[in-house]
């Protein structure tokens, strides 16, 4: 069972910048393809951006391609999602996901481990 923690989330001026990290445990962390999904108020959760577990490929969201970026750190059982540039349609609760798939893959259905997930608030 692999367990997720978020963190990095909080309260940030419009064009501003966060740095979101997921940390694993209790897995074999360089084996997963990781993703990031976000949860705004009122809205189905929406896929942000994937990396496989090599880091040879990655995806995005239309909507945050060119200011978000997803990395990881495979030593360091983490994944790394910086967001550039935030706007206010931003606001949502950021979750980390793992999975099985050799890819960068984009549904949900493709993840079978989450975390909690951490806040992220854009102020305009």
């Known amino acids: 069972q692999v367990q997720l923690g978020e963190s990095g989330g909080g309260l940030v001026q419009a064009g501003g910048s966060l740095r979101l990290s997921c940390a694993a445990s209790?897995?074999?962390?360089?084996?997963?393809?990781m993703g990031w999904f976000r949860q705004a108020p009122g809205k189905e959760r929406e896929f942000v951006g994937g990396i496989t577990r090599g880091s040879i490929n990655t995806r995005y969201g239309d909507s945050v391609k060119g200011r978000f970026t997803i990395a990881r750190d495979n030593a360091r059982n983490t994944v790394y999602l910086q967001m550039n540039s935030l706007k206010p349609e931003g606001r949502a609760v950021y979750y980390c996901a793992a999975g099985t798939v050799p890819c960068a893959a984009k549904p949900e259905r493709d993840y079978d481990f989450w975390g909690q997930g951490t806040q992220v608030t854009v102020s305009s």
């Open positions: 209790g897995g074999m962390f360089s084996t997963l393809a």
